[in-house]
């Protein structure tokens, strides 16, 4: 069963599964082993390679897989007007559906920028303002700053910016091949695309597992549980800014989206 292909709501439970899953882990499993194996095993340290690439870089990461699925989205809608016959649908309508659609993720864009700007201000100064800092001796009150300059973020009360980051990243993905799966399912286009296509959209699911794997280690092995269900919760303002809060306020919708 393809995840995608379930509603956004059933699929945006899958965050708040993790975590409750790593907090009945995390709580099974005694502090001292919980220590013991984060020395020993590699993929639960903060250096690890793929905590590294697809956490640290999760902006990278995502800006690639994003531009893919928006720009299969934008080929696939405006592809399917060539379709239709011309006598229903002219060259206009053809570069008019593709300049919308461009609008639109070009405001997802934006949007998620600006949405997780807000949150790690939000995340960054309730750390300083909790008797957090940058040690040592760091003027920056950024966290990720704080780590760019080789200084350990300390002391103050740490929202989990992994929960924040990567369910807010991930249900953008998930929802965006959700919208592709059902267009492509109610336009019977299934067919129609090379195995190419079939290949990297498996790779965009790879990834999305591999930030599930990254937040069930998080889950488990980091923070406290408040910092863990707060940052899980501040997972979910783009999507519910994006695929709840515009689509339905029309005018802002026909404002920013396509349709
Ligand atoms: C017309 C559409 C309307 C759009 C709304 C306005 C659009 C305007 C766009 C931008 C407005 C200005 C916003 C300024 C953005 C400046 C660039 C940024 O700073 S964006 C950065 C947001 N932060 C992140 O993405 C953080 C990513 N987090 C990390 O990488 C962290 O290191 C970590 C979560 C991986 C680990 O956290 P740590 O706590 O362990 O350090
Ligand atoms: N899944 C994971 N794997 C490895 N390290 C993780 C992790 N989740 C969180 N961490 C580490 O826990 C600390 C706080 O993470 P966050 O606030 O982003 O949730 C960070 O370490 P550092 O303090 O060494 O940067 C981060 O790298």
Redesign the pocket.
Known sequence: MKLSLLPPLIISLIYPCILFLGLFLSAVISDETKSYQKDRIYLLRSSNIINEIF??N??LVWFILFSFVASLQIYIRSHTFILLPHDIVDVDSKENVRAKLLKEYM?KF??K??I??V??LI?DNIFILTGGSCAPGGATRS??Q??ALGGD?LGGF?I???F???TNISLILWIELHHYSKYTEEEELQSRINKWIKRSLIVVEVVLYIWMFLLLVTSIYYHTILEKILGCIMGYACPLVMYWLIPNQPRMKSL?YAF
């Open positions: 956490a640290y999760g902006n405001v934006l949007l920028v600006f997780l700007f949150c790690f995340i966290a990720e704080c780590k973020w740490d989990s910016g992994h924040c980051f990567l920013l």
